[in-house]
DNA sequence: CGTATACTTGAGCTTCCTCAACGACGGTGG
DNA sequence: CCACCGTCGTTGAGGAAGCTCAAGTATACG
């Protein structure tokens, strides 16, 4: 059975500076799952056995309070690794990744980290910078819910999906992938309802056009100014 | 002029596994620099061209806003690294460091950081960990503040803060260094005004004794349940 | 002793959540 | 192909948590 082929990686940053014969390397010790729609990719406070990048598909990653109550860490489109509990010393996941289409990752045994280092100490500044720019996306999200009110957190929550998982279509940008009112109250802290309330009057002024887990946003600048633009009305 | 004496960082997790020598090594790059009370460590936007290690004092890490509102990410209490955004490969500090009481941090220039991985790799799983914990705490911090309301967050606030710098005093833990209402509430994502009631009620159940920039933890058990209880009263 | 800064407390109001009911879409099986 | 049913979405009414506005009071520092 031969390596996997360098071209499914082509671009992905942690891999990028890597010599061919290293991503060579790399490769060899990965292998390509699928997961169908639905399926979880590992569960919060399962041991860490693995580490990903997601080829193809979309995650969802979910985190569960004792009470019961979820909440929506990020979206996962193709390109981005998930699940690098190993290389920050967690022995478990801190949250759940659930495949929210049909879905293709690559997955490294988290044992053989220690290998990939010692042969590829670049990784290392890859990996820094992946955790570095996840962590202040959250401190973002904390100044938001901090600072601003709930039209203003969903509009955001949209412009990201836009940008991350964003495909033109006819009218407009749709996240390529299903999403409901709930996922979206998750994402922003608030209920199903206040959404379902805000997309609707949106889509009175024409800014998104949505429906049944699906949301296509028309008018993403007048969205964006929503999103970045002072309480002025 | 010799070098530090190693002892400064004892027991200091990202320092803890190095050799004698390497120590050294680390320590003779290293310059202390005191930062008086009121004083800017570093400011948000600018160039980040030093990491350090706070020897003494209490920082406070706040973010502004584009409308001008401060959200007060962290504090920083001796043993802790901050301004670390070269590792993640930042070129900015994404956010202020203030001295909210006389302060010594020991400073590394930012282009020695190379050397200094080349020398002990080491240090790079250190500053992983490190900033792994900060991403697990902000995305705690996201959750709290999408589920829970103002009071348990506060209360939460509190019980973070008199693990870390929390001094015990006569009858209670104390705070160790000054901090307002206006300072929680920058934490919490509320006003000073809800602060202040809500100490205000505390103070009368005995929980707390507070006062100008001062907070006295009387009943830590007691606040402890209130963060992490269920709603029940 | 005066002034600046921090804290307290009340009253009214806004935002958003909760509760409730209904409507619509889409997949499944007869 | 149609009817059914589960899931998702919409919308209204009421209420509560917490913010805003507004005084007024204490504490430290010079």
Redesign the pocket.
Known sequence: MGTLDPSLVDGMPPFADLTPADLDFVLSLAKPVRYPKGTAVFAQGGTADSFFVLLHGHLQVVKLTPEGRQVVLRYVSPGEMFGIAVQTGRAAYPATAVAVADSIALAWPSDCWPALLTRCPALAAGIMRTVGSRLDEAHLRVVEMST??????VAHALVRLVRQAGRPVGEGIRIDF??????V?QM??????????I???W?QQGLVE??????VVRDPDRLFALAERDGAR
């Open positions: 601003q009110e709930v039209e203003r957190r299903p999403i409901t009112r709930e996922d109250a922003t802290g608030t209920t199903l309802h206040t959404v379902s309330r997309l609707s009057s889509e949505s429906g049944r887990q699906r949301i």
